[in-house]
């Protein structure tokens, strides 16, 4: 299964030394969020586990035994995963449609001017407005009622009706 996995800037993950084109083979039963080599099947997922200038994205091949994907992530584990190739930062940028992947983007690396537009959903839009700035932008996106209460808390003087 074709795959997504970032890494520390030396090709480590969680203390593993990773080697590009040589099969890696995990000793046990793989479980989501637990153990075994993960990765994303959605590129810009990634950003969700790792975010930093220097990190390295790579394409993946995992096979053996794959769990499921989480419920609101592509996000698996496997017990065996080779890096086929690096992409590169800009095209991880690029990758990028969602809200949440857009915020973390934003938040640790920059790019600020190009994720704001991709930030449509409440928690993110309250999320930006609260840790990165424009507020008079993100005001208009904050439609649900649990984040316009909690943006009425944060914000008493620009409240949302």
């Known amino acids: 299964m074709k795959g997504y996995k970032a890494f520390n ?3 480590t993950c969680r203390d593993y030394q990773f080697t590009i084109d040589e099969p890696h083979t995990f000793g046990g039963k793989p479980i989501l969020c637990e153990q075994g080599f993960h990765f994303c099947t959605d590129l810009q997922d990634v950003v969700k586990y790792y975010c930093s200038p220097d990190m390295r994205v790579f394409e993946i091949e ?3 035994i794959i769990t499921n994907a989480k419920e609101d992530c592509s996000k698996r584990a496997c017990s065996e995963i080779t890096l086929v190739k690096e992409i590169s930062l800009d095209e991880v940028m690029l990758s990028i449609t969602k809200s ?3 915020y ?3 938040y640790y690396i920059g790019n600020r001017d190009i994720m704001i537009s991709k930030i449509k959903e409440s928690e993110w839009a309250y999320m930006w407005a609260r840790d990165i700035g424009n507020q008079d932008i993100m005001k208009s996106r904050v439609t649900e009622h649990y984040w316009i209460d909690r ?3 944060r914000f008493p003087d620009d409240k949302i009706n």
Request: glycine share 6%.
């Open 104 to 106: 973390w983007w934003a």
């Open 9 to 11: 800037n030396n090709l």
């Open 151 to 153: 943006w009425n808390n």
């Open 100 to 102: 949440e992947p857009a």
């Open 62 to 64: 995992a096979s053996g």
